[in-house]
């Protein structure tokens, strides 16, 4: 009953796109079509180079589309990326669609009568189907974004054998929809985040998590609780057709990071009876997930009752009542994995001091660079003797630093590229390890390149709401192409020219006015604040070669 439905259903759709109801699309054939994009026979790699407003045909096998970025945009019918295979007997096989930005379409993605393929790091937004796999096996679908997907994020009918792992589908209908003759599925390690159903299945057989410790999904109606902090919810998550048995209590818990624990810097004591303040503050997790403290003394002298105050917080103390080093671990836990020890050593003997070279930089060719070591310190308080040198710097620099022995130095990058400066300091009885800092110089001609480059992305971005008329992003960023050429060849003042006395003028309206005039091609002031500073930086750069 419910395939005859699903073949109701299609016929009713492709009813209404002949009667004008559902608007069709215009079809481009990748790769024999190359209007929108780049194709490259060697590696077999169509790669898109604008935004596209109509279907994208794929019926060969062995091949990649690579959306570069750039999106596909529908008036809500027909199919954004369709993979069509011609019979069962010669299905589409192993193609690859990849970051292509996909919205407003009746199918975001529709794999039908296909084997192997593989929807990697794409976008897909207001569509009615987001990911639609019919008849098609043994593919990958991961690492796409999917929201607002009026039937279902991702849609599957008569296909089998498919991994669908780190996604994130949001804010649909359904979150995932098989329908029948679709089993050994594999879904795993996706975020299903507010979906009014978040999984439906009328076929068996499918896989909904891993083995501990991998697990399965994060549901978000279903994320405690976890009592035993294994990273999982205690309780299967159970919907119609199926149940994931090792849901996760976080958002991507499965690619939780152990934290890192930094039981801070070692210490020197001046005298017996001394209050040793520790800090564990330095101690971070990559996802940002709350922190318990667990600190141990592992060594004292012989016949010390030394005692933390308070074993479990970010900064206990303890007494040091004899002479004698004391060895302090600190191991830190997130909800799901515990830390590597650190240690820090208290001792009255000397300490080794620490090189502190400053933070990396990025500078313009030809600017005088500073570099101060002043935040080296010794624990035992010793004056520190200074050591810097230049360990690399592009082939033909001439680079040098001004007073190698000095705290504060500066040198000259002559030439574009990477810098490498490396400090050690002394306090007389031992030298510390060297600390590096990175100079990374580039010239003007670059970094307006790059700005510009930035601002074609920028606008690249923009929605039709946000133009003037909805066709003008291309003849704007082909203006923005212009410059980059003239600069290029070195016309710097023409770029400059081009720049404020042409581009400027279409994105200025709210910098100068607080709101865009008739002059402006960006119709809002979000637009404008994307693309117009980038374009102001540009000029300044030019400006001086």
Excluded at 10 to 29: D, T
Excluded at 274 to 286: A, E, M, P, V
Excluded at 331 to 352: C, G, H, L, M, R
Excluded at 379 to 397: C, E, F, M, R
Aim: proline share 4%; aromatic share 8%; charged share 15%.
């Amino acid at each position: 009953m419910v395939r005859k439905k699903e073949i109701l259903s299609f016929v009713l759709f492709c009813l209404m796109v002949c009667l004008g109801a559902i608007p069709a699309e215009a079809v481009i054939s990748i790769p024999t079509d190359t209007s929108v994009g780049d194709w490259n026979s060697v590696t077999r790699i169509y790669t898109l180079n604008k935004n596209v407003t109509d279907t994208l045909q794929i019926r060969e096998n062995n091949l990649t589309l690579d959306g570069a970025g750039f999106t596909v945009a529908g008036a809500g019918g027909g199919n954004g990326v369709y993979l069509w295979g011609y019979t069962n007997l010669n299905r589409v096989t192993n193609v690859t669609v990849k970051n292509v930005n996909i919205i407003g379409f009746y199918s975001g993605i529709y794999a039908r009568l296909c084997n192997q393929v593989k929807l990697q790091n794409n976008s897909v937004a207001n569509c009615a189907r987001a990911i639609f796999l019919y008849d098609s096996d043994n593919g990958q679908v991961t690492g796409n974004a999917i929201t607002r997907g009026t039937e279902a994020g991702i849609y599957m009918q008569d296909s089998s054998g498919n991994t669908i792992a780190d996604n994130s589908i949001s804010s649909s209908a359904k979150g995932i929809y098989i329908l029948t003759g679709s089993p050994t599925n594999s879904i795993y390690h996706n975020n299903f985040l507010y979906n009014t159903v978040q999984a439906y299945s009328l076929s068996t057989g499918n896989v909904y998590n891993l083995a501990a410790p991998d697990g399965g999904n994060f549901w978000s109606n279903w994320a405690s609780p976890d009592n035993n902090g294994d990273g999982f919810v205690d309780n299967p998550f159970v919907f119609t057709g199926g149940q994931d048995n090792l849901p996760w209590a976080h958002e991507n818990g499965w690619s939780n990071k152990a934290p890192v624990a930094d039981a801070g810097d070692d210490q020197a004591v001046v005298q017996i009876g001394s209050l040793i303040q520790l800090d564990g503050s330095g101690s971070f997790d990559f996802e940002s997930d709350p922190l318990t403290y667990s600190w141990t003394i592992l060594e004292k002298p012989a016949g010390s009752a030394a005692v933390l105050n308070n074993p479990s917080a970010v900064d206990p103390n303890f007494v040091a009542d004899m002479h004698g080093d004391y060895v302090i671990q600190l191991i830190v836990s997130d909800p799901a994995q515990s830390s590597e020890p650190d240690t820090v050593k208290i001792s009255f003997s000397n300490v080794k001091p620490v090189a502190v070279a400053g933070n990396n930089q990025s500078v313009i060719v030809g600017t005088t660079v500073t570099l101060n070591g002043s935040g080296s310190y010794d624990a035992n308080l010793d004056l520190l003797t200074y050591s810097w040198q230049i360990i690399y710097k592009p082939v033909g620099s001439l680079a040098q630093l001004s007073d190698p022995n000095s705290a504060v130095t500066t040198f000259v990058p002559d030439l574009s590229g990477e810098y490498i400066i490396s400090l050690t300091v002394s306090d007389g009885l031992e030298s510390s390890l060297p600390s590096n800092v990175t100079v990374m110089a580039v010239t003007n001609q670059e970094m307006a390149t790059v700005k510009l480059n930035e601002a074609v992305a920028a606008v690249g971005a923009l929605v039709p709401a946000q133009l003037k008329s909805k066709n003008l992003a291309k003849p704007l960023t082909s203006k923005i192409n212009e410059v980059l050429a003239m600069i290029e060849t070195g016309s710097y003042s023409d770029a400059i020219d081009k720049l404020t006395n042409d581009i400027l003028a279409k994105t200025d309206g709210c910098a100068n006015e607080g709101s865009p005039d008739n002059n402006d091609w960006l119709t809002t002031c979000q637009a404008q604040g994307e693309v117009y500073p980038l374009i102001v930086e540009a000029i300044g750069y030019l400006s001086n070669i």
